[in-house]
């Protein structure tokens, strides 16, 4: 492994043809360690403001962060956890959850 990530970043604006014309924006930033502890595993986090409209007074935020290793050369497991904060531009509407997805190759 490396103590280096891969970075991947985004940034998003789109016009809104109706009464209003508002914009949208959006952000994300991720970073991605390869092999860490085994070959082939992964571990990432990424986080960011989803389309938001810029006429909006809340700004939403969102995170996740995962792990991913292969059992072996047909199955892949990734438990990863995720939270967000002013979900839908209303303030105080938090989340949070975790999710496993398990990937079988043939």
Known sequence: GTATPEVTLGYDTSEIDNAN?????????GFTWKDMFNADDRIG???????????ETVEPF??????SYKVND??????AVFGGSDRNG???RDISGAVVETTFKF
Do not use: H, N, R
Not at 21 to 28: L, M
Not at 48 to 55: C, F, I
């Open 74 to 79: 047909s199955v892949s497991i990734t438990p």
């Open 45 to 55: 986090i990424a986080f960011g403001q989803p389309q938001t409209l810029e006429s």
């Open 62 to 67: 969102a995170w996740e962060a995962y792990y």
């Open 21 to 29: 014309s508002d914009s949208s924006t959006a952000w994300f930033a």
């Open 90 to 92: 209303t303030a105080g």
